[in-house]
């Protein structure tokens, strides 16, 4: 399966659907970051013609992956699958996250619009993800305008369950190679580890690692689930 990530806002959390949630549970599939296709020339952070020509070369020999559309590149992208006839199809579904914030909650709107209205795109092609989601809060009040839009436009789907909450670990990892799997994979005994480090920095280290393999449990749990939950 052929996934995008995308929305207009920054910050919304589309590497880490695309890296946490979506990667490791479409059996490892790669992620295709959109910015870093441009992190080598200086044209600035637009995609080029011949970007987007090799970007439809790639996915259509990939069985699995998942393109994180950096905000920058959204606008680009789907002007160029106006003008491309067809080549949305390229892409099986196009994942939506979104955060509890007005300015972000407009660029969603926008970014579902142009995927429905301007291109065409299906309904179940279409999916929003909650992030940044407090526990606590009640999602219909928290994200009022896009359940509002929801109602009357009906041509995505939007379900309570794919929502992912707020997460130290997700800052964390953001700027490092180890992935949850990682994490879940280790299995060094740590508590022994820490009874034989000579320094209190040793032991403050060693039980960083054993906070970061905990959270990634509970974590693991949650993705399983609003992976299933945005799939179904
Ligand atoms: N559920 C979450 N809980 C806590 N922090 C999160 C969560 N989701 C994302 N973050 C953090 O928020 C920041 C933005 O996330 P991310 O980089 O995935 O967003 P993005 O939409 O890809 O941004 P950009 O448009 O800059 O590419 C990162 O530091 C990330 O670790
Ligand atoms: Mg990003």
Known sequence: MIIAVMNYSGNV????????LLAPRLGDASVISIESINADDND????RGSEFGSLQEKLLAL???????????VEDLVNRMKSYSGS????????VPTVPDAKQER???ATIKALSDEIGIERERIRVVLNMVDPRDA???????????HDEHRGFVLREEASIHENE???KLANSPITIGDLLADATDYKAMIREAQTSEQKTELARK???RRLAVGVNAQLDSVFAALMR
């Open 13 to 20: 959390g589309k590497s880490m659907v695309a890296r946490h």
């Open 44 to 47: 600035g952070p637009t995609m």
């Open 63 to 73: 069985d699995d992956a998942v393109v994180d559309i950096g905000a920058s590149n």
């Open 88 to 95: 949305h199809e390229d892409f099986d579904m196009f994942v």
């Open 107 to 109: 660029d969603t709107l």
């Open 139 to 149: 999602l219909r009040s928290k994200f009022a305008s896009l359940f509002a839009f």
């Open 169 to 171: 670990l997700f800052g």
């Open 210 to 212: 054993v906070a970061m």
